[in-house]
């Protein structure tokens, strides 16, 4: 499957963008969360959100939500 990686900054903008083939869904998400860092990451499959991964607030503090933004990045 082919999913999209937007690297986001603090005012939403897309700042990186990459490419993403893996197997499934749950693969894509660990893959995510194997590379993101102090900047939120948005995944997407086509025009689905997927999931947006919160960058690092503090040292260590990483969660995954599902958030819906109001359109998707172009």
Same mark, same amino acid.
């Given at each position: !499957? ?5 690297? !986001? ?10 490419? %993403? ?15 993101? =860092?102090?900047?939120?990451?948005? %995944?997407?499959? =086509? =025009?689905? %959100? ?9 040292? =260590?503090?990483? +969660? ?6 109001? +359109?998707?990045? +172009?």
């Amino acid at each position: !499957m082919r999913f999209k990686v937007f690297v !986001m900054d603090s005012g939403r903008r897309v700042i990186c963008a990459a490419k %993403l083939d893996c197997i499934d869904e749950q693969a894509a998400r660990r893959r995510v969360e194997e590379i993101y =860092g102090e900047h939120d990451v948005e %995944l997407w499959e =086509g =025009g689905r %959100l997927v999931a947006v991964f919160q960058g690092r607030t503090e040292i =260590g503090d990483r +969660s995954a939500q599902n958030r819906r933004p109001v +359109s998707p990045p +172009s």
